[in-house]
């Protein structure tokens, strides 16, 4: 089983808003003697900042939005809210002898200090997060989660991705890897049907219980 981080697991700015990270990611690039356009100083998903930053192709400018954004993700782990059966579904997981793995855009320094204030590290290997200052491969790049997917040893379609977005379906599919979407908002639940996501839940709470 393959968990995406930010959704299934915890909400990891629910302390440290996204907004408020994009806004300073913004103030990084100013402080580089950037001009921010309007739409970019706008942005309320850091991770977009970052995508953005990367695809223009300064690797500096990449480089310095990294740490910045690594950085503000170790702090905002302190305060992430841990999603409702989220922990229930790695313990349940494991105790039904399914190997999980954490495949994020998220750093993986973030998700193991995550992991280990809530004494989950030793349910989960392994933590595959967002290749330093390399947007590109984040998800939907298969590439993060085929990384997982033979780490565990397991051929892909014996490999499930749990995701709440629909780069998490498009990633897992381009791995030939199977694919739950967690609707954690109403509205995603059609798109992850429309993007064929083999099932669909709307609280993790429904793969605790199957998990069980």
């Known amino acids: 089983m393959l968990l995406d981080f930010d959704g299934p697991v915890c909400s990891i700015f629910a302390g440290y808003p996204a907004p408020h990270v994009a806004a300073e990611l913004v103030d990084v690039l100013r402080g580089c003697g950037v001009d921010v356009p309007p739409d970019l100083a706008s942005e309320p998903d850091p991770l977009e900042v970052l995508r953005r930053i990367g695809a223009a192709g300064d690797r500096g400018l990449t480089r310095a939005v990294e740490k910045a954004l690594c950085a503000a993700e ?3 782990a302190e305060s992430a809210e841990p999603t409702p059966y989220g922990r229930e579904v790695i313990v349940a997981a494991r105790q039904a002898g399914l190997p999980v793995a954490v495949v994020s855009n ?15 590290a030793g349910y989960v290997s392994p933590v595959v997060g ?19 997917v033979r ?19 498009e990633g897992a599919h381009a791995a ?3 694919a739950i979407g967690y609707a954690n908002r109403p509205t995603k639940a059609d798109a992850f049907r429309s993007a064929g996501a083999e099932a669909v839940i709307v609280s993790m709470s429904e793969l605790a219980n199957a998990l069980l």
């Open 176 to 178: 030939g890897v199977l």
């Open 130 to 148: 967002r290749a330093y200052a390399e947007p590109a491969r984040m998800k939907p790049n298969p590439e993060p989660v085929m990384k997982a």
């Open 151 to 169: 780490a565990l040893g397991k051929a892909p379609n014996r490999c499930v991705l749990v995701g709440d977005s629909l780069s998490d379906i």
């Open 74 to 76: 170790r702090l905002a």
């Open 106 to 120: 998220n750093s993986a320094s973030a998700i193991t200090s995550y992991l280990t204030a809530h004494r989950l």
